[in-house]
């Protein structure tokens, strides 16, 4: 799978284009459809940072993915998370998508918005690894496998 060209803003208000603009040779993505899907995002975030700090080329994102909606919608949005995220590095790495959901899903194929995704792209946007639903000791295992092997 290829990550599908998108415009999003991240919480510091900056407009970015993915996969353009990821950040990392390798970008963990963590996409989120419900808001309540907040807690299995969180379940990897320990990983996620611990990651970013045993391999330098990694950068971790968290992508809360909301249908389109009208300008007034997505600004009442963006600033409840603001928010609730006073973190200026993890507002950099939230950035949020309004946008078709069953087509970037499609792109993606990702079967259902019951929990989160978790896949790994490089820059370009291939997909190298994927898991979904919350952080496991097998998931985790995968993931740093497939990091050790791409940056060894």
């Known amino acids: 799978m290829t990550f599908p060209t ?17 950040g990392g040779k390798y970008n963990l993505i963590f996409i989120a459809f419900q808001q ?13 940072e611990s990651a970013e700090a045993q391999f330098p080329e990694l950068v971790y994102y968290e992508l809360p993915t909301i249908r389109a909606l009208n300008a007034f919608s997505k ?18 790495r939230t950035i949020t998508l309004y946008l078709e959901k069953d087509d970037f899903r499609a792109a993606l194929g990702l079967e259902d918005e019951e929990h989160i995704f978790a896949l ?33």
């Open 6 to 22: 998108v415009n999003g803003s991240n919480l510091l208000r900056e407009k970015l284009t993915l996969p353009r603009d990821f």
């Open 36 to 48: 309540w899907h907040q807690e299995e995002v969180n379940s990897w975030i320990p990983l996620a």
């Open 75 to 92: 600004f009442f949005i963006n600033e409840g998370m603001r928010a609730g995220i006073p973190n200026p590095k993890s507002r950099e």
């Open 120 to 152: 790994l792209f490089d820059r370009e946007g291939n997909e190298l690894w994927r898991a979904r639903g919350p952080h496991s000791q097998s998931s985790e295992d995968d993931l740093l496998e497939v990091l050790s092997r791409l940056t060894q």
